[in-house]
Every structure is written in structure tokens, then in C-alpha cells.
């Protein structure tokens, strides 16, 4: 019976708190055993007075709340990305949010611990035990602001610590302060002067490190809080995008109303169900008879195309002969016509072959006639020199003379008449 009792006073223990105490005693374990820090400035502003000793506890529970506030962080910004929800459809009915949340709750431990896990359970089960979404958006509206002041109150440590780390400065100060100024007379004070000036100097050490721990408390509340509230934001974007305005709005006092005319409707649906299988069936007979005269139909089209085919296949046939018969017929034709122009052609080789030696003949008849015009010009020379010799000799009279009389004389024995020539 005595076992339970430990376990739940170490679960009303705060986590902070004992990871704070732990972290407190390590690190005054490294600074106060560890050699190498006995004159560090780290050693010299937190060991010499109590009141250091505790600004540093505190620090170190605000320093350690901090951690389990940022490993919290990632986890919340994973579940974001996670489907819970299907896509929205119009106006869904309201049974559907106990399925949406039976689907929530089979997620793992961790998401449904994270702020959206819990921001969609608190909504869907407010859905499912009231039976009804009206003033669901007011129910998302407090939801919101409930998850605001839970975050507030989630930096309790931190602002605690902000808060009294400089009263527990100011507090050093003055207790420096008094023990370097209390039980001394001005004489005395003058003769120990260099003890007064030492003992104020660590009094100035404990403000600087409760200051130095106040700001670093006050900028992880600014990251953590900023952070904190983007998530949040997200959060009720999604929640106000895939919730609000998703079920249908049913009133509480015409739900009974609602399931009369859902009975009614329900049956009025089943007549008309029945009446439409009586009229498929009715249509589907109908349907079968169509289809059996429209196949017959397409069996006699198809017979009629078959004959039409073997007619044309036949006329092509006969179309084929006759058009062969004519190609036969044209180049036989073209045989005949070609054998001719063969004739045609050998007897014009023939001629070419007897014009070539005409032109031979001719040629050689041109070449003689050019050996015998050398033979005229040189005659004609000689009877140019044989005139021209006359001419000298004036004797081209009695020339002309002979040679009439010669010409007459070869006419006349040959019988020939010059004048009836002539004529």
C-alpha cells in the first residue's frame, strides 16, 4: 500500500524544479571542485555570497523550464503537417464527428499530446456529447482563448524568475553593503578602506548577475512565446478552416420532430425505390425487345451489305478482265508501232550512211574543184601576160581577128550555128 504514495508525490514534483536542482548542483560541482575555475570570473561572480548561490538555483530552474518548453516545440510544429482530417464535402452531417474522433484518438501518444491534438479532441467531443453544432464557434472561440491562458500560465517559472532575480541582486548589494559598512566607526573605516572597497565591489557582482540572468529569462520568453503563439495561430487556422461551419446545425428541440420526418422520409424513399426497380424492370423488357429487333435489323443490313460486296467483288472482276484485254490490246499496239519506228529508223540510217558518202564524193568533187581553179588562175595569168604582150606589140587586132576566125571555123566543123544557138 506504501508504493503508490512515492509515485505520486514525484509526479507532483515540478519537472523544472528537480532538472534546476540537479543542473545547480553540477554546475557549482565544476566550479567549486574543478581546479582550473577557482579563479575564473565565473567562480568569483557566483561563490562569494549565498545570495549568488541562490540567484543561480533560480536561474538554473527558470534555464531548465525553458527546455522542456523548447523540446515541446518540434513536436507541435510535426503534428501540424499530420492528416487528420478527410477533405470537406458541403455540410457533412453531425455523426460524422464521432468517426472524425475515434480517427483522431488511434494516433499516437505524442500527437494527441500536442496543442492541435488537443484543441480537435476538445472540439469534436463537445460535438459528440452535445448531439448538436450550434454556438460551435463560440465553443472554438473559448477553446482558443482557454489555450491562450494556458500558454500564459505555461511561463509561470520564467516570469518568476525574471521578477525576482533582480530583488535577489538589489538584495546581495545591500547585504554586501551592510557587511562592509556595519560595526565600523569613521576611523575604523578609513583604516579599512581597501576591505570596504572589496566587499562593495562584490556587491555591484551579485546585480550584474541577477541582471545578466533577468535578461537572459526575459529574451527565451520573448523566443518561447513567440514561437508558442505562431503555433497557436496555425492551429486555429486549421481548426477554423476544416470545423467551422462543417456539420449541420440541428436544434436540440426538433431533433425528436427530425426523426419523425426522417422515418417518414425514409419510407417515402422505399416506395419510390420500389417504384423504380417495378419501372427499370418495366424499361429493362422494353429495352430487350428494342435491342432484339435492332440486332435483327443489323443481321438483314448485314446480309444486304454482304450481297451488295459479292456484286461489287464481281463487277470489279469483270472490270479487271476488260481492262486487261485493253492493256493487252495497247501494247500490242505499241509493239507494232514500235517495230515501225525501228524500220523507220534503219532505213534512215541507210540514207545517212549514202548521204555520207554523196558527201564524200562531194567533198573530194569540192577539193578537185579547188586543184583546177589553181589551174585557171595560172591559164589566166598567162593569157593576162600573152594580152598585155599583144597590147605592146600592136598586134591585139589582128589577134582578135585570128581567133574569130578560129571560132568560126570550129563551129562550122562542128555543124554548129551560133547565131540559131542564140536564138
Same mark, same amino acid.
Given at each position: 500500500?506504501?508504493?503508490?504514495?512515492?509515485?505520486?508525490?514525484?509526479?507532483?514534483?515540478?519537472?523544472?524544479?528537480?532538472?534546476?536542482?540537479?543542473?545547480?548542483?553540477?554546475?557549482?560541482?565544476?566550479?567549486?571542485?574543478?581546479?582550473?575555475?577557482?579563479?575564473?570570473?565565473?567562480?568569483?561572480?557566483?561563490?562569494?555570497?549565498?545570495?549568488?548561490?541562490?540567484?543561480?538555483?533560480?536561474?538554473?530552474? /527558470?534555464?531548465?523550464? %525553458?527546455?522542456?518548453? &523548447?523540446?515541446?516545440?518540434?513536436?507541435?510544429?510535426? !503534428? $501540424?503537417?499530420? *492528416?487528420? =482530417?478527410?477533405?470537406?464535402?458541403?455540410?457533412?452531417?453531425?455523426?460524422?464527428?464521432?468517426?472524425?474522433?475515434?480517427?483522431?484518438?488511434?494516433?499516437?501518444?505524442?500527437?494527441?499530446?500536442?496543442?492541435?491534438?488537443?484543441?480537435?479532441?476538445?472540439?469534436?467531443?463537445?460535438?459528440?456529447?452535445?448531439?448538436?453544432?450550434?454556438?460551435?464557434?463560440?465553443?472554438?472561440?473559448?477553446?482558443?482563448?482557454?489555450?491562450?491562458?494556458?500558454?500564459?500560465?505555461?511561463?509561470?517559472?520564467?516570469?518568476?524568475?525574471? /521578477?525576482?532575480?533582480? %530583488?535577489?541582486?538589489? &538584495?546581495?548589494?545591500?547585504?554586501?553593503?551592510?557587511? !562592509? $559598512?556595519?560595526? *565600523?566607526? =569613521?576611523?575604523?573605516?578609513?583604516?579599512?578602506?581597501?576591505?570596504?572597497?572589496?566587499?562593495?565591489?562584490?556587491?555591484?557582482?551579485?546585480?550584474?548577475?541577477?541582471?545578466?540572468?533577468?535578461?537572459?529569462?526575459?529574451?527565451?520568453?520573448?523566443?518561447?512565446?513567440?514561437?508558442?503563439?505562431?503555433?497557436?495561430?496555425?492551429?486555429?487556422?486549421?481548426?477554423?478552416?476544416?470545423?467551422?461551419?462543417?456539420?449541420?446545425?440541428?436544434?436540440?428541440?426538433?431533433?425528436?420532430?427530425?426523426?419523425?420526418?426522417?422515418?417518414?422520409?425514409?419510407?417515402?424513399?422505399?416506395?419510390?425505390?420500389?417504384?423504380?426497380?417495378?419501372?427499370?424492370?418495366?424499361?429493362?423488357?422494353? =429495352?430487350?425487345?428494342?435491342?432484339?429487333?435492332?440486332?435483327?435489323?443489323?443481321?438483314?443490313?448485314?446480309?444486304?451489305?454482304?450481297?451488295?460486296?459479292?456484286?461489287?467483288?464481281?463487277?470489279?472482276?469483270?472490270?479487271?478482265?476488260?481492262?486487261?484485254?485493253?492493256?493487252?490490246?495497247?501494247?500490242?499496239?505499241?509493239?507494232?508501232?514500235?517495230?515501225?519506228?525501228?524500220?523507220?529508223?534503219?532505213?534512215?540510217?541507210?540514207?545517212?550512211?549514202?548521204?555520207?558518202?554523196?558527201?564524200?564524193?562531194?567533198?573530194?568533187?569540192?577539193?578537185?574543184?579547188?586543184?583546177?581553179?589553181?589551174?585557171?588562175?595560172?591559164?589566166?595569168?598567162?593569157?593576162?601576160?600573152?594580152?598585155?604582150?599583144?597590147?605592146?606589140?600592136?598586134?591585139?587586132?589582128?589577134?582578135?581577128?585570128?581567133?574569130?576566125?578560129?571560132?568560126?571555123?570550129?563551129?562550122?566543123?562542128?555543124?554548129?550555128?551560133?547565131?540559131?544557138?542564140?536564138?
Amino acid at each position: 500500500m506504501s508504493s503508490p504514495r512515492p509515485a505520486s508525490m514525484f509526479r507532483t514534483i515540478d519537472p523544472s524544479l528537480l532538472w534546476g536542482t540537479i543542473g545547480t548542483a553540477v554546475f557549482y560541482a565544476v566550479v567549486l571542485l574543478v581546479p582550473g575555475m577557482q579563479d575564473t570570473l565565473l567562480h568569483r561572480y557566483t561563490t562569494e555570497h549565498f545570495v549568488e548561490y541562490v540567484i543561480v538555483a533560480v536561474f538554473a530552474w /527558470g534555464l531548465a523550464d %525553458v527546455a522542456l518548453k &523548447l523540446k515541446s516545440f518540434p513536436g507541435d510544429r510535426m !503534428a $501540424l503537417r499530420q *492528416n487528420w =482530417l478527410p477533405p470537406r464535402q458541403g455540410r457533412e452531417p453531425l455523426s460524422n464527428a464521432a468517426a472524425m474522433l475515434e480517427r483522431i484518438r488511434k494516433q499516437p501518444r505524442w500527437v494527441l499530446e500536442t496543442k492541435i491534438g488537443r484543441r480537435l479532441i476538445s472540439a469534436l467531443s463537445y460535438l459528440t456529447e452535445r448531439g448538436s453544432s450550434e454556438e460551435f464557434d463560440k465553443h472554438l472561440e473559448y477553446l482558443a482563448e482557454q489555450e491562450e491562458d494556458q500558454t500564459h500560465g505555461n511561463y509561470s517559472v520564467i516570469r518568476f524568475v525574471m /521578477g525576482v532575480s533582480p %530583488v535577489l541582486g538589489f &538584495l546581495g548589494t545591500v547585504l554586501h553593503f551592510g557587511s !562592509a $559598512l556595519s560595526g *565600523n566607526s =569613521l576611523d575604523e573605516l578609513a583604516d579599512r578602506l581597501p576591505q570596504v572597497v572589496s566587499e562593495m565591489g562584490s556587491a555591484f557582482n551579485t546585480t550584474t548577475v541577477a541582471l545578466a540572468s533577468a535578461m537572459a529569462m526575459t529574451f527565451a520568453l520573448f523566443a518561447c512565446e513567440r514561437f508558442e503563439r505562431g503555433t497557436m495561430r496555425a492551429v486555429d487556422r486549421y481548426v477554423g478552416r476544416e470545423l467551422l461551419n462543417r456539420f449541420e446545425v440541428k436544434d436540440p428541440a426538433v431533433v425528436p420532430f427530425i426523426g419523425t420526418l426522417e422515418a417518414a422520409h425514409g419510407e417515402a424513399l422505399s416506395a419510390i425505390e420500389r417504384n423504380i426497380q417495378a419501372q427499370v424492370g418495366i424499361w429493362s423488357s422494353a =429495352l430487350d425487345s428494342v435491342f432484339e429487333r435492332f440486332e435483327q435489323r443489323q443481321l438483314e443490313e448485314i446480309h444486304s451489305w454482304q450481297e451488295a460486296l459479292k456484286l461489287l467483288e464481281q463487277r470489279h472482276a469483270v472490270h479487271d478482265q476488260q481492262l486487261e484485254s485493253r492493256i493487252n490490246q495497247s501494247l500490242a499496239l505499241v509493239d507494232s508501232k514500235h517495230a515501225q519506228h525501228l524500220h523507220q529508223i534503219q532505213g534512215m540510217l541507210e540514207r545517212g550512211l549514202a548521204l555520207r558518202e554523196d558527201i564524200g564524193a562531194l567533198t573530194k568533187a569540192i577539193e578537185g574543184l579547188g586543184h583546177g581553179e589553181g589551174l585557171l588562175v595560172e591559164q589566166q595569168r598567162l593569157l593576162s601576160d600573152n594580152l598585155r604582150l599583144l597590147n605592146e606589140s600592136h598586134q591585139l587586132e589582128d589577134a582578135l581577128h585570128s581567133v574569130t576566125a578560129a571560132m568560126h571555123m570550129m563551129t562550122a566543123r562542128h555543124g554548129l550555128n551560133p547565131k540559131r544557138d542564140a536564138a
